[in-house]
């Protein structure tokens, strides 16, 4: 079985920096792949970043240059350092981490961190 621990959400101001953390625990071997989605009140989920085996990345629109998907294999951990903050960031943030393990390969969600840009 493997676990998912989402951390470091909050509230911030505008234009400030926050940093989520994403933990796989259990029978993790490697993570494969992982992205961070959000969603806001009202509206569906949107992938916002990801990145896969060979450290490749990708980024929405909304967040490119702002925000920074990186992991720590060592750890089993995907982060997103979130800077330059805005209100319309205001969202559930989730992680989808793509986990090989001795039963093989498997999605999981995190459980989902709340991150409020506001003054």
């Known amino acids: 079985q493997v676990q998912l621990v989402e951390s470091g959400g909050g509230l911030v101001q505008p234009g400030g920096s926050l940093r989520l953390s994403c933990a796989a625990s259990?029978?993790?071997?490697?993570?494969?792949?992982a992205g961070w989605y959000r969603q806001a009140p009202g509206k569906q989920r949107e992938v916002i970043a990801g990145?896969?085996?060979?450290?490749?990345?990708n980024y929405a629109d909304s967040v490119k240059g702002r925000f920074t998907i990186s992991r720590d294999n060592a750890k089993n951990t995907v982060f997103l350092q979130m800077n330059n903050l805005k209100p319309e960031d205001t969202a559930v943030y989730h992680c989808n981490v793509r986990v090989v393990s001795t039963f093989g390969g498997s999605n999981y969600w995190g459980q989902g961190i709340q991150v409020t840009v506001s003054s």
């Open positions: 259990g029978s993790v071997t490697r993570i494969a792949a």
């Open positions: 990145i896969i085996s060979d450290d490749s990345t």
